[in-house]
């Protein structure tokens, strides 16, 4: 998960400042974590609770860290909404990572996909959003070629992959559902040529920018890691309680996958 986490400090001063090149700062004294960090550690801390509690875990951290939350999605965290509201929203996409860690065969991660998403986002795409994702991280991490990625992708998940991250540099316009973002995330780490290129293709292409980036982050450190420069300097943008339970998941949760 500290893929996500990376992509979203770097992009959280380009959300609203698209910077379209892939020529720019990874950090900056104002990049910082926002809702796709809180609740992708959020999911880590579900997945290391019994009864995988995600809308509790989801609730108890929205309302530890207030941040820049779609409004229906206050809502939820504030109970006025109780139950899920049928969204296709990103949101479920960027959380998902951890999943992808917990979990080592494809049936799981699906489910865990499925649960983790329908809490809120119900909608057959939300839903698609998170598995989508999930499955090319567990993919990338055991060592499919992105060839293979892709083609599973587009068939399994019928997102069209066929847009350059070029021409998607030119077209490409804000949008946060998961139709716009996860097909466009996943390009931008087939392009890749390692994890700091991964993350400069999803900033480039501009829309929602630290939400693409967790996404194509994600993915991206299960194929390559995350180097250890900009590890430390994303960790170390973290609170002591978000660091200590990212921690206690690299420790506790992540299954590894044998070769």
Known sequence: ?????????????????????????????????????????????????????????????????????????????????TGPYDSFGNGSAMRVSPVAWFEDHEHRV????????????????GIKGAQATAMAILWARSGVPRNRIRRDIEAQFEYDLSISVDELRET??????CQRTVPEAIRCFLEADDFEDAIRNAISIGGDSDTLAAITGSI?????????EIRREALGRLDRDLLATHNRFLSQGVKRVCF
Request: a negative charge; charged letters at 30%; glycine letters at 6%.
């Open 1 to 81: 998960m500290l893929g996500a986490i990376v992509g979203d400090i770097v992009g959280s001063v380009y959300e609203f400042d698209n910077h379209k090149s892939k020529d720019f700062p990874l950090f900056r004294e104002d990049s910082k974590f926002t809702d796709d960090t809180i609740l992708t550690i959020a999911t880590a801390d579900a997945l290391m609770h019994y009864d995988w509690d995600f809308a509790a875990k989801y609730r108890e951290y929205g309302k530890k860290y207030p941040s820049s939350y779609g409004n229906r999605f206050q809502d939820w965290i504030d109970e006025v909404i």
């Open 110 to 125: 699906m489910e865990l996909a499925k649960r983790s998403a329908e809490v809120t986002h119900n909608h057959p795409e």
């Open 172 to 177: 490409y316009q804000y949008n946060e559902t």
């Open 220 to 228: 991206a450190e299960a194929k390559w890691g995350v180097p250890a």
